[in-house]
C-alpha cells in the first residue's frame, strides 16, 4: 500500500523510459517506518446528519510496508494478469463492521419499500504491489450477515450512549449469510502531476473489479489530490469498501506537521448488493436496487510526526428504487506508522 502516492522523488530527474516503479525512491521502502495501523469510522450523523441508508462503518487496518507476502501471493503473481510481486509489495489485514438501516429506525415493522436492516461484519487480507506506470491491489474479505454481524447490539448501544432513538426493527433484518469478497484494483498514481512550487498536484485515476455474494460491480474513478511538495509522500486516507478507495500511506518527515487536501469520484456498475437484493439463499427483505451508483467525495488530512488525523464528506447516488434523496456521510481516519 505505497499505493497512490508515490511520485518521483524532490529535485529527481525524470527519465521518459523509466516506469513509475523504478523511480520510488528506496528510502520509502525501508526507512524504519514500515508499519501502518488505520482506525476509520465512517457514520451519516457526522455527514448528512442523517440516521438511514448506510449509517456506519467501522474498520481497523494493520499495513505492514516490509511483510513477506504469504505463499498464496504466489499463486496470485501467476494467475492475476500483470500482479507481480517484487520489493515494493506489502501485505495489510482489516477487521470491520458495516451496518444498514431504513430511513424510520422507529417502526417495529419497517416500510417494505425501504432499504432492509442489515450488518456485516468481516476480515479482510490485500496485498498491493507497484508493477511499471500502475499499482495493483488485490483484498479477500470473508465475513457474515446477518445477526451474527451483532448490528442490532452495536446500534442500539451506540444510541443509548449518544442519546439517539432506539432503532426498533432489527428483528426483520438479514438472515445469517456467509459473505465472500474478491476485490481488484488498478491505480496509475502519475497519470497525471504537476508541482506548482512549493505544493504538488496529481489526478489518480484507477478501476478495478469486485465479485461476491456481497458485492459484484465493476468500477472507474479519479482522485485529485494536492500536498506541499516536500511532502508528497502522502496518500489518500483508507476508507471502508465501496467507498472510494485510498491506502493510508503517509511518510512525511517524523518531526514535522503536514497537510493533504484530496476529492474524488467514483462510478459503479452494480450487479448485487446483498444489502439491498437480500439473501442470497433464503427468502428476505429486499428492494430493487439501482444498477449504476456515483460517489464523490472531499476531505482533508494532518499529520503530525508519525500520527495522521483525516476528515472525508461523501456524497453517494441514489441506491434503490424509492430512496428519498442521496446519502451523505462523513469519515474519520486516525493512522500511526511506527
Known amino acids: 500500500m505505497i499505493v497512490a502516492c508515490l511520485a518521483a522523488s524532490p529535485g529527481y530527474a525524470q527519465d521518459d523510459k523509466d516506469t513509475f516503479e523504478k523511480r520510488i525512491p528506496r528510502s520509502i521502502l525501508g526507512d524504519g517506518d514500515d508499519s501502518f495501523l488505520t482506525f476509520t469510522s465512517e457514520n451519516d450523523l457526522y455527514g448528512g446528519g442523517t440516521d438511514k441508508n448506510y449509517t456506519n462503518g467501522a474498520r481497523v487496518t494493520w499495513f505492514d510496508l516490509g511483510a513477506e507476502p504469504p505463499r498464496l501471493a504466489e499463486w496470485l503473481d501467476r494467475i492475476v ?3 507481480r510481486i517484487n520489493e515494493t509489495t506489502s501485505v495489510y489485514y482489516s477487521l470491520g463492521q458495516n451496518l444498514y438501516t431504513p430511513e424510520d429506525i ?3 415493522v419497517p416500510d417494505p419499500n425501504d432499504r432492509p436492516y442489515a450488518a456485516f461484519l468481516y476480515g479482510s487480507a490485500g496485498l498491493t504491489s507497484v508493477t511499471d506506470d500502475h499499482i495493483d491491489t488485490i483484498e479477500f474479505t470473508l465475513g457474515v450477515v446477518g445477526p451474527w454481524a451483532l448490528g442490532e447490539p452495536t446500534q442500539k448501544a451506540v444510541h443509548e450512549w449518544i442519546g439517539s432513538p432506539d432503532p426498533a426493527g432489527w ?6 449469510e456467509p459473505g465472500i469478497i474478491l476485490s481488484f484494483q488498478r491505480s496509475w498514481p502519475e497519470a497525471y502531476a504537476a508541482s506548482p512550487d512549493p505544493l504538488y498536484f496529481r489526478a489518480i485515476p484507477h478501476a478495478g473489479a469486485t465479485l461476491g455474494n456481497v458485492y459484484t460491480y465493476a468500477n472507474v ?3 485529485l489530490q494536492l500536498t506541499p511538495a516536500a511532502d508528497r509522500w502522502q496518500a489518500q486516507p483508507l476508507r471502508v469498501r465501496p467507498s472510494i478507495p485510498g491506502s493510508g500511506f503517509f511518510a512525511p518527515p517524523s518531526d514535522t506537521w503536514s497537510w493533504a487536501l484530496f476529492a474524488g469520484v467514483e462510478g459503479r456498475a452494480v450487479g448485487r448488493n446483498i444489502f439491498l437484493d437480500g439473501n442470497t439463499f433464503e427468502d428476505s427483505p429486499s428492494v430493487d436496487k439501482r444498477p449504476f451508483v456515483a460517489d464523490a467525495s472531499a476531505g482533508l488530512a494532518f499529520t503530525l510526526g508519525t500520527t495522521r488525523l483525516s476528515y472525508t464528506v461523501n456524497w453517494r447516488s441514489r441506491e434503490f ?3 428519498d434523496e442521496p446519502s451523505i456521510f462523513g469519515a474519520v481516519g486516525l493512522g500511526f506508522r511506527f
Open 81 to 83: 494478469p500483470s500482479f
Open 106 to 108: 422507529t417502526a417495529a
Open 171 to 176: 428483528d426483520n433484518q438479514l438472515e445469517n
Open 221 to 223: 474513478g479519479l482522485t
Open 321 to 323: 428504487d424509492g430512496q
